[in-house]
């Protein structure tokens, strides 16, 4: 058996699809190079299976080979899973580290301090109060001053007190539009569900389903920052997610089980929220704090007066008893008298403040570790997602060269057709004319 | 690490590093206006409790230091009120001493025994002295004045003393017990100075016959009291010095603890305006750095 006249048109030919194949994917991975998400994509080029033509090996008998031009195996999206789970992780831990670090810087900014206008400087100023009614005990402007200082005090109290309740509302309010109906998560559920439909399909129908994939991903990306997830690739291309602790995978095929009730150790940024407002909550330990240091002013100064100067024993209830002209400088009824006066000034710096200075620096720190959490997970969340990128990005430089490449082939190519349609041209033209 | 480098890559670490140069930048701008390192707890949680704990000994402090001044401002309207009775009392002591030599007759004594009625006046009014609306010389019961003019002679104060904080735990006594000195006059016949002064009133009245007392037991009397107010004002000295000498002290205190505050919380401003210089040229440098790199690409470089 001798060559087919045509083959080498017919490899020429390959090779020109195959390479503006690689042009169009290259092109394509420019198209998307700012595309979030995006994964870059690569045409691997394989041989056509080669044509034995025994004739010309007569000698060994065995025949040659004779290479029949290229094919484009695959378009393969390139993707690395293990980065993907291990982004996610991080992502999920980031996500709890900022809802903490949000919620309890709100909480730092509503003490104040230091400052002139925070609860130490209110209870400074009322022990001051208390200094000047010992100076002139049977003055009534004096006693006006203890009990506009002390009413302020509580006035503070009452406030940051409310505040604190109001950041935990704001955070319970936050998880449940978070999990409620149309929510994020059910959002997501829902779209991940849709893919995983579409996603099978394509691939029953051997459709390289390359775009759902990145979506999926990205979805997937987004879900993790909400609470901890497994991702399961299934036999039919489906993922199976789990969220939380939640009992039932949140996305099961093309199935969604949600609302699910998650805990404290969910992870993400639902799972913080809940620590948060839970009975060890950080926002929770503050204010049982800050009822303790009301408590504690409260009984101590009432513990040195005849008559209960502060009434309610919690931060929120915390007010002044007693009128001016009820306020007493001294127990024997002297108007000179001032030794209750000068016992009330001498708790200053007492347990109240050392209370409330100990809640100060337990806020201060307890916001400075979820900062440091929150810097330092978006630091390895950045290498993470470089590695990611590293693999799956696309790189300008790369595809440029690329391109040039799958050009220059593409010209080749051509050439190489021009050239057997000139050899034909010799055969068909110009044999047999001769003698003519 | 990475292989392939992607621009996305670049650009996004890139804008993080941006970012933490520039929040650095705000951060030495925010410590430098404000002039406090501490600016939130979380920038230095002990720290912060350190300053509260320090401004609330600084407050107390401030607190101490009026009532020492206070309290030294009533020791001294108190003083010179004595410094008066012991004025008016040594006038007595004049009169009564030439009252005794036995050269002055009846009316002589009687004009004398006016004289020192008057003079009696004059003690119970620098007794009933009020400071900032208080009678200094009444106890506790500074609401009323301890005499009342006229012949009622009766100390209408009480014998409790009234003090000063001075200092966590120190309080000085500033109240003086003139009762001590002055007693109830003649009805209570105890010998203090009212009742002195009565008695030397009466026997001047009663000339010749009352005379030979005026030399004898009324100067006696008159000299203990003279001894009893020399001791008053002694005491009153002495707590005048002990407040004075716990202002001293509490102004070192405020100048140790003043100085400790700076240390935590106050910025250096030297070696912050270095820094802010520094992280300015940094930022400059990453932003002229991230300008010029970034757009650059093959693409710059292709026919």
């Known amino acids: 058996m001798s060559i087919p006249t045509l083959q080498g048109l017919q490899t020429a030919l390959s090779g020109l699809i195959a390479e503006q194949t690689a042009l169009d994917t290259?092109?394509?991975?420019?198209?998307?190079?700012?595309?979030?998400?995006?994964?870059?994509?690569?045409?691997?080029?394989?041989?056509?299976?080669?044509?034995?033509?025994?004739?010309?090996?007569?000698?060994?008998?065995?025949?040659?080979?004779?290479?029949?031009?290229?094919?484009?195996?695959?378009?393969?999206?390139?993707?690395?899973?293990?980065?993907?789970?291990?982004?996610?992780?991080?992502?999920?831990?980031?996500?709890?580290?900022?809802?903490?670090?949000?919620?309890?810087?709100?909480?730092q900014a509503a003490f104040n301090e230091p400052s002139t206008a925070g609860i130490a400087t209110q209870l400074s100023t009322f022990w001051s109060a208390w200094n000047s009614l010992a100076e002139s005990p049977a003055s009534l402007a004096a006693k006006n001053e203890v009990v506009s200082a002390g009413t302020q005090l509580a006035t503070s109290f009452n406030e940051l007190s409310a505040q604190l309740t109001t950041f935990a509302t704001q955070a319970g309010e936050e998880y449940n539009s978070l999990t409620g109906p149309s929510g994020e998560v059910e959002d997501y559920a829902n779209q991940l569900a849709q893919l995983n439909r579409q996603i099978k399909l394509a691939e029953e129908a051997n459709t390289p389903p390359d775009t759902m994939l990145d979506r999926r991903d990205q979805l997937l990306d987004k879900l993790s920052s909400l609470a901890n997830i497994t991702v399961t690739e299934e036999?039919?291309?489906?993922?199976?997610?789990?969220?939380?602790?939640?009992?039932?995978?949140?996305?099961?095929?093309?199935?969604?089980?949600?609302?699910?009730?998650?805990?404290?150790?969910?992870?993400?940024?639902?799972?913080?929220?809940?620590?948060?407002?839970?009975?060890?909550?950080?926002?929770?330990?503050?204010?049982?704090?800050?009822?303790?240091?009301?408590?504690?002013?409260?009984?101590?100064?009432?513990?040195?007066?005849?008559?209960?100067?502060?009434?309610?024993?919690?931060?929120?209830?915390?007010?002044?008893?007693?009128?001016?002209?009820?306020?007493q400088a001294s127990g024997t009824g002297n108007p000179g008298g001032n030794e209750l006066a000068q016992s009330i000034a001498a708790l200053r710096g007492g347990a109240a403040e050392q209370e409330y200075a100990g809640l100060v620096e337990k806020v201060g720190s307890d916001v400075r570790t979820a900062q440091d959490d929150k810097t330092n997970l978006q630091t390895t969340l950045l290498a993470v997602n470089d590695q990611r990128q590293s693999v799956s990005g696309?790189?300008?430089?790369?595809?440029?060269?690329?391109?040039?490449?799958?050009?220059?082939?593409?010209?080749?190519?051509?050439?190489?057709?021009?050239?057997?349609?000139?050899?034909?041209?010799?055969?068909?033209?110009?044999?047999?004319?001769?003698?003519? | 690490m990475s292989e392939r480098i992607t621009p996305e890559m670049v650009t996004s670490r890139t804008l993080s590093d941006l970012g933490s140069s520039l929040a650095a930048l705000e951060r030495t701008t925010n410590e430098l206006s404000s002039g406090n390192t501490i600016l939130e707890p979380s920038?230095?949680?002990?720290?912060?409790?350190?300053?509260?704990?320090?401004?609330?000994?600084?407050?107390?402090?401030?607190?101490?230091?009026?009532?020492?001044?206070?309290?030294?401002?009533?020791?001294?309207?108190?003083?010179?009120?004595?410094?008066n009775i012991g004025e008016v009392t040594q006038r007595v002591r004049e009169l009564l001493v030439e009252g005794a030599n036995g050269t002055y007759n009846n009316n002589d004594l009687e004009t004398m025994a006016l004289q020192v009625e008057q003079l009696t006046e004059s003690v119970k009014q620098d007794a009933n002295t009020?400071?900032?609306?208080?009678?200094?010389?009444?106890?506790?019961?500074?609401?009323?004045?301890?005499?009342?003019?006229?012949?009622?002679?009766?100390?209408?104060?009480?014998?409790?003393?009234?003090?000063?904080?001075?200092?966590?735990?120190?309080?000085?006594?500033?109240?003086?017990?003139?009762s001590t000195l002055l007693g109830s006059g003649e009805a209570a016949e105890d010998g203090k100075l009212l009742d002195t002064l009565r008695t030397i009133a009466k026997n001047m009245r009663e000339g010749s016959a009352g005379q030979a007392a005026l030399g004898t037991t009324d100067l006696q009397k008159l000299d203990g009291n003279i001894e009893t107010l020399t001791q008053l004002q002694a005491i009153s000295g002495s707590a005048t010095q002990q407040l004075h000498t716990a202002l001293a002290r509490n102004e070192q205190l405020q100048t140790t603890i003043t100085a400790a505050l700076a240390n935590t919380d106050a910025t250096n401003i030297p070696s912050a305006s270095v820094q802010y210089a520094n992280e300015q040229a940094a930022y400059e440098a990453a932003l002229r750095a991230s300008a010029t790199i970034v757009q650059e690409s093959l693409l710059n470089f292709l026919q």
């Open chain 2, 43 to 83: 920038d230095n949680p002990y720290g912060a409790s350190q300053v509260i704990d320090l401004q609330s000994q600084l407050d107390g402090l401030t607190g101490y230091e009026k009532e020492a001044q206070n309290g030294i401002s009533w020791e001294s309207t108190a003083s010179s009120a004595m410094t």
């Open chain 1, 26 to 107: 290259t092109g394509n991975n420019i198209a998307n190079a700012n595309t979030e998400g995006y994964s870059r994509e690569t045409a691997t080029m394989e041989p056509n299976p080669s044509i034995v033509i025994p004739a010309i090996s007569a000698q060994t008998g065995e025949g040659a080979q004779l290479g029949a031009g290229v094919t484009t195996a695959s378009i393969t999206r390139i993707r690395n899973l293990y980065l993907d789970a291990q982004y996610r992780v991080q992502n999920s831990s980031l996500g709890a580290a900022t809802a903490d670090a949000e919620v309890l810087e709100r909480a």
């Open chain 1, 394 to 436: 696309v790189s300008l430089d790369e595809e440029m060269t690329n391109l040039i490449t799958y050009q220059r082939g593409y010209q080749a190519s051509a050439r190489t057709l021009t050239a057997m349609s000139e050899m034909l041209e010799t055969l068909i033209e110009h044999t047999g004319v001769v003698g003519l």
């Open chain 2, 130 to 178: 009020q400071y900032a609306g208080q009678y200094v010389f009444s106890g506790t019961a500074s609401t009323t004045a301890p005499y009342e003019t006229g012949s009622g002679d009766e100390y209408k104060g009480n014998s409790e003393s009234v003090s000063r904080a001075v200092g966590p735990s120190a309080t000085v006594t500033v109240t003086t017990n003139i």
């Open chain 1, 235 to 327: 036999a039919d291309h489906m993922d199976t997610v789990t969220f939380g602790e939640a009992a039932q995978p949140l996305v099961q095929g093309t199935t969604v089980n949600w609302p699910q009730t998650l805990t404290e150790t969910s992870g993400g940024r639902l799972g913080a929220l809940i620590k948060l407002t839970g009975p060890n909550g950080t926002l929770t330990a503050v204010q049982e704090q800050l009822d303790e240091v009301a408590s504690t002013l409260s009984s101590t100064v009432n513990g040195v007066l005849p008559k209960a100067f502060f009434s309610g024993a919690s931060a929120a209830t915390l007010a002044v008893a007693l009128s001016a002209k009820e306020v």
